[in-house]
């Protein structure tokens, strides 16, 4: 299988080396050159694990990794799972589940991508004989979820920028009190978007970044992609029979890639009636499926962190489908988009998407409901989620994080305070991060000295 950019002025590449490189050099997102039907092979996937379903699924688009080889990477990727069924789908009430996919080592869904990543990134160091030098910016989840996917493996470091004093105290906690030698927590003065723009011109030295082998750690990995289309198919099978065909599965989404690969599964000939597109008060993408007009906007900082984004960075690779895969269409909308913040498409085809929106206002109260009408507690992006449902449809809510995560906006919303062992783990260990200032060659400097 073959991956080719949304843009189209890059040449194709194979499953592995498209993961290396990230971003396509031509400025667009990789995506398989054509989707393959499991239609047929729903019957015999019923009986399948977490990570055999996996294996069945990924070894047709890595085709480039011996079957052996990737069936170990696998297995060793969803070892860390704490709840046996890795991502168990709880009923609670006719037409509606929950699936929960907060039971990895950072307690959010980005483990079922990071885990597996980490250990792609292991294995083409122990391939090419080379090191790894990854590097990120988080606000929130996905610096943890990047550090615990490369915790202690050879030949590669990880370095996380972050703003000082504005991600949650437990969240730093997570990228701080791991012991691992390759992990540094970088803590920067300023907010997300000045760690992001250092980020970025440190990126922007080529030479710099070919000399330390450095990595993106982002949203728009393909791997990250293919990796979460799993999770969709795992729940779906696990639906009664009855309820299969009129599911929408409901997705607290940011930059779309979570619901991106539902999507995608979707297209592979899964039947699944819809998705739908939940936004916290950052709500870039709800206007897009209810206006037709992709318009950016100011960022909120909301209850809900982990979906506070400007711009949704996965949302081209739908705009691709949605234009009928014509690269230089994607590159006409990428480029109005970029010039004047905003494009409007002339005859939008929304697909199967549907699309609420939540705000910080509403999500005590739906913690509240949630608690007092299933006995059950949602933290509060998967609270998003639950803001309108479709009676008439078989919900699936995709619990993205741990309450445990967030346990002063539970509290104040029910009182209770959610409390999980690895992170009350944390709180008896040092905090080890360097401050460092938002600037690029002080950043590198640290990467010098620090760097596999
Ligand atoms: C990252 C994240 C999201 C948003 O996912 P996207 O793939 O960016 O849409 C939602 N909830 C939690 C808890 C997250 O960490």
């Known amino acids: 299988m073959k991956y080719i950019s949304t843009r189209g002025q890059t040449p194709a590449l194979g499953f592995s080396d498209a993961v290396a490189t990230g971003l396509a050099p031509d400025g667009g997102l990789y995506l398989p050159e054509s989707l393959p039907d499991f239609s047929g092979d729903l019957v015999r996937f019923e009986k399948l694990g977490y990570a055999e379903l996996c294996c069945e699924f990924l070894r047709v688009f890595a085709t480039d990794i011996p079957a052996e080889e990737l069936r170990v990477i696998i297995a060793q990727s969803y070892t860390r799972f704490e709840d046996p069924a890795v ?26 991508a990071l885990q597996l990543l980490g250990n792609l990134y292991e294995r083409q160091c122990r391939v090419r004989g080379e090191s790894i030098n990854v590097l990120g910016a988080t606000s929130g989840d996905t610096g943890a979820a990047a550090i615990y996917g490369l915790l202690g493996k050879p030949r590669t470091a990880i370095f ?24 540094f927590a970088l803590a ?19 030479a710099f970044r070919a000399q330390h082998h450095l990595s993106a750690v982002n949203s728009i990995n393909l791997a990250r992609v293919l990796a979460q289309c799993v999770y969709y198919l795992y729940a779906w099978l696990r639906l009664p029979a009855a309820e299969r065909g009129n599911v929408e599965f409901v997705v607290p989404t940011g930059n779309f890639g979570n619901v991106l690969a539902g999507w995608m599964l979707q297209k592979m000939g899964v039947p699944i009636r819809s998705f739908r597109v939940a936004t916290n008060q950052n709500d870039i993408l709800y206007r897009m499926f209810t206006t037709g007009e992709y318009r950016i906007g100011a960022v909120h900082p909301s209850l809900a962190p982990s979906m506070d984004i400007q711009v949704a960075s996965n949302f081209e690779r739908f705009i691709y489908f949605t234009v009928g895969r014509d690269p230089a269409k994607v590159r006409e909308v990428m480029q109005t988009f970029k010039a004047t913040g905003a494009y409007r498409f002339a005859h939008f085809n929304r697909d199967t998407f549907t699309a609420s929106h939540c705000t910080d206002a509403e999500i005590p109260g739906i913690i509240q409901r949630v608690y007092r009408e299933h006995d059950y507690i949602v933290d509060p992006h998967t609270a998003c989620g639950f803001r309108e449902l479709d009676p008439a449809r078989v919900s699936v809510v995709l619990a993205t994080a741990s309450p445990a995560k967030f346990p002063d906006t539970i509290k104040a919303a029910i009182g209770l305070e959610p409390t999980h062992p690895s992170l009350e ?12 200032k938002a600037n690029p060659a002080v950043i590198k400097g640290f990467i010098v000295d620090h760097a596999v």
């Open 188 to 206: 920067v003065d300023g907010t997300f978007d000045d760690a992001q723009n250092a980020l970025k011109d440190v990126f922007g030295d080529l």
């Open 425 to 436: 783990a944390l709180k008896s260990r040092p905090v080890v991060k360097q401050r460092l």
């Open 87 to 112: 991502a168990p789908l709880r009923r609670l009430g006719k037409n509606l589940h929950v699936l929960e996919l907060f039971h990895g080592p950072t307690l959010a869904f980005k483990d079922f």
């Open 160 to 183: 996380i920028l972050y703003p000082d004093g504005r991600v949650s105290p437990l969240q730093e906690r997570q990228m701080a009190c791991t012991g691992a030698e390759n992990v």
